[in-house]
């Protein structure tokens, strides 16, 4: 499974647009990326996944380049319940799915 | 709503006890669940894989004799923790994804173990 990299910590404002961007400069052609919110003493919860160019769901978009090295996660008007951990995840669609392999994570804080 | 439950939310064990978590997948059937173990501030790590019917797969370095897992139905993975100590404090975590929808994958909520 790829590697990815992620900003250890962000920091925002409410109302603003957040941006976390992933390296995963290994990533296979059959690979998907997916990310996950977790909040303190909870298990981690989908936000979206895809494959390449863009995507975008009730929640938040995902910019994935033509190289797919990298994605972005844009989270759209952050507000405080937004803070929490974001995992991006790089897996082989479908069978691999739940044996996911989880980085670091980025710690985003949303200040008022 | 949720479609993975685990149970208990959290428990408070004496060393040398064994303790048993559950998880069960609400609205499906899996024949694959998945069991993570997170220590605090720390990203999440596979235990192992829980097969229906079958015995489980672990990671490296995960004692198979000390988190004994059992999937003796579809919807319903356990994880024992035997003769805990209190190095295995952590927060458990299980995963099951649903047959029909491969894009992603459930959690449950997490089971906070606390050996004393």
């Known amino acids: 499974l790829a590697k990815t990299t992620q900003p250890i910590s962000m920091d925002s404002y409410e109302g603003q647009e957040v941006n976390i961007t992933c390296s995963h400069n290994?990533?296979?052609?059959?690979?998907?990326i997916t990310w996950y919110q977790q909040f303190p003493s909870q298990g981690p919860r989908f936000i979206i996944q895809?494959?390449?160019t863009k995507v975008t769901n009730e929640v938040a978009s995902l910019f994935i380049p033509a190289d797919r090295k990298s994605s972005t996660l844009s989270l759209p008007r952050v507000s405080l319940s937004d803070t929490a951990v974001y995992y991006c995840?790089?897996?082989?669609?479908?069978?691999?799915?739940?044996?996911?392999?989880f980085g670091k994570g980025t710690k985003l804080s949303v200040k008022p | 709503g949720a479609v993975v439950s685990q149970h208990p939310s959290w428990v408070i064990c004496k060393s040398g006890t064994s303790v048993k978590i559950e998880c069960r997948s609400l609205?499906?059937?899996?024949?694959?669940m998945f069991w993570y173990r997170q220590f605090p501030k720390q990203s999440l790590m596979l235990m192992a894989t829980?097969?229906?019917?079958?015995?489980?797969?672990?990671e490296q370095g995960v004692e198979k004799d000390k988190f004994l897992i059992n999937h003796a139905s579809l919807t319903l993975s356990t994880l024992t923790v035997t003769s805990a100590h209190p190095e295995d404090s952590s927060f458990y975590i299980c995963?099951?994804?649903?047959?029909?929808?491969?894009?992603?994958?459930?959690f449950g909520q997490g089971t906070r173990l606390t050996v004393v």
């Open positions: 995963s099951a994804r649903k047959p029909d929808r491969d894009t992603e994958a459930f």
């Open positions: 290994n990533i296979a052609t059959n690979d998907y």
């Open positions: 895809g494959y390449k």
């Open positions: 995840l790089v897996a082989p669609y479908g069978g691999s799915q739940g044996n996911l392999i």
């Open positions: 609205d499906f059937q899996a024949t694959t």
């Open positions: 829980s097969n229906e019917g079958s015995k489980a797969t672990y």
